[in-house]
């Protein structure tokens, strides 16, 4: 290994991998430099709420064992990850990011968790979410905001409600995270904390075992620090699972024998001129140049229209996020003598006064509007937006009235896929993003499209400063 990659904290998953498969490292010596720098960071950026230091030494040791005596598992043994505290594993306490469920201890182990332990990957500890999962700038009230780490001077929103996954891993205390995504909640904070987010269609990752918000826009998805570690991840999470039985629909489809096929002759719609309004400059303009950059690869570039804005998907997702957050959490929202996030309480509340007649004609009307869509998705492989109107802002200008989700609700809405990669900073030293969104079980294309940008850029690559 060169000397630049002597720590082990800076290495992305695939690396990691080859480390631990030509002997340069060991999970023993992984372990040792993220738990070191968990002690010395974590103080700062509060991305875990709970840490479980004792067992994950264990298993990097029992990991080591086996992978010298030959018996090593497959490419991710020894490699640790962090879960989002929606991922309930048995005998572990799972709050949802309520103070309310602070003493919650899961009754059951998540599919996804018993997936990564198969496949020999070590589980670091849980991460903070915004309380039960609903917000998307990433804060609580509560048990705290995690710190973005691209600004250690000036508390900026994380984005949520996957805040705690995406600084573990941007801040480079684990080098992969599992977050979920019923609006955004992957891509979001993955954009404001300058890493990969993918986000999955609804049924190609079972949810048996995680908290739910909205059960019919529910996804779960992996935090990386490049496009390749979200394939091999995505890869092994999906699959068919009975207890979810949405996940029976589709066979699992492997993205990585097309990852590296690159994007010529891909068609790519860019975002209708009369979107682009309300976007901040610096965001535009790292927009225009990933577009840029993507035609120089070949990609063919079109405009397409599209039957709804983007900001019609506030009204559309907001009947149904409210109908089932509120039968999920609304007796705990209604008690007034409860902890619950004071931005939190009011947006479970949307859903207080949506009748049963309201919610199947959403449910109807999301069928009808998916429809609409499928003729210009059709003449399309991916449709090109940002993915955040801004970059992180701070949190003392925040509007807990508002949302940062508004290109990206029209993925969950429409069943579509999408992912989130890094596409430049701004003046003050923030991340950008771009959104790449795909048909529903088009994984694949997604992140084709996106390691192929990635190749030609290097933002990815880049870390926050400090830390």
Not at 105 to 123: C, D, F, Q, W
Not at 294 to 304: D, K, M, R, W
């Amino acid at each position: 290994m060169s000397e630049a990659l002597a720590d082990p904290s800076e290495l992305t998953v695939h690396e990691l991998s080859a480390a631990i498969a030509s002997r340069r490292l060991s999970p023993v010596d992984i372990m040792d430099a993220l738990l070191s720098r968990i002690r010395r960071l974590d103080p700062k950026l509060h991305a875990y709420i709970a840490l479980y230091e004792a067992d994950a030494r264990l298993a990097a040791e029992a990991a080591d064992k086996a992978i010298r005596s030959g018996h090593r598992i497959g490419p991710l043994h020894g490699i640790p990850i962090a879960v989002k505290d929606l991922v309930d594993i048995e005998g572990r306490v799972t709050t949802g990011g309520s103070k309310v469920w602070q003493d919650r201890v899961s009754p059951t182990t998540a599919l996804l968790v018993e997936k990564l332990r198969a496949a020999g990957m070590i589980i670091l500890g849980k991460t903070h979410t915004v309380e039960f999962a609903m917000g998307a700038w990433g804060t609580n009230q509560h048990l705290g905001t995690p710190w973005n780490p691209w600004d250690l001077a000036l508390p900026r929103c994380p984005g949520g409600s996957s805040s705690g996954s995406a600084v573990a891993v941007a801040g480079r205390l684990a080098p992969c995270a599992i977050g979920t995504d019923t609006g955004g909640s992957v891509r979001l904070p993955a954009s404001f904390c300058g890493i990969v987010g993918l986000k999955t269609t609804i049924g190609r990752v079972s949810t048996y075992g995680v908290l739910p918000l909205a059960q019919s826009l529910d996804t779960i998805g992996p935090l990386t620090r490049s496009v390749e570690d979200a394939a091999v991840l995505f890869n092994l999470l999906q699959g068919p699972d009975a207890r979810d039985p949405v996940t029976l629909r589709h066979a699992p489809d492997d993205p990585l024998p097309q990852l590296k096929r690159g994007v010529a002759g891909l068609r790519l719609a860019v975002l209708p001129q009369g979107e682009r309004s309300g976007v901040d400059r610096e965001i535009l303009a790292a927009y225009d140049a990933s577009v840029a950059t993507l035609a120089g690869l070949g990609a063919e570039i079109v405009e397409i229209v599209l039957p709804q804005r983007f900001s019609d998907f506030a009204r559309l997702t907001g009947t149904i996020i409210g109908a089932e957050g509120y039968a999920n959490v609304g007796a705990i929202v209604d008690r007034m003598d409860l902890p619950v996030d004071d931005s939190v309480r009011p947006r479970i509340w949307l859903g207080k006064d949506v009748s049963a007649r309201d919610y199947l004609h959403a449910l109807r009307d999301r069928e009808a509007v998916k429809r609409d869509f499928a003729a210009p998705f059709a003449a399309i492989d991916a449709l090109l937006t940002p993915t955040t109107m801004t970059a992180a802002i701070p949190l003392a200008t925040i509007d807990q009235a508002t949302t940062s989700a508004h290109f990206t609700r029209m993925a969950n809405f429409l069943d579509l896929c999408g992912l989130a990669v890094p596409n430049g900073f701004t003046v003050v030293g923030m991340p950008s993003s771009l959104q790449i969104v795909c048909k529903g079980y088009d994984e694949a294309t997604a992140l084709r499209i996106g390691w192929a940008f990635e190749q030609a850029t290097d933002w990815h690559a880049r870390r926050p400063e400090g830390i």
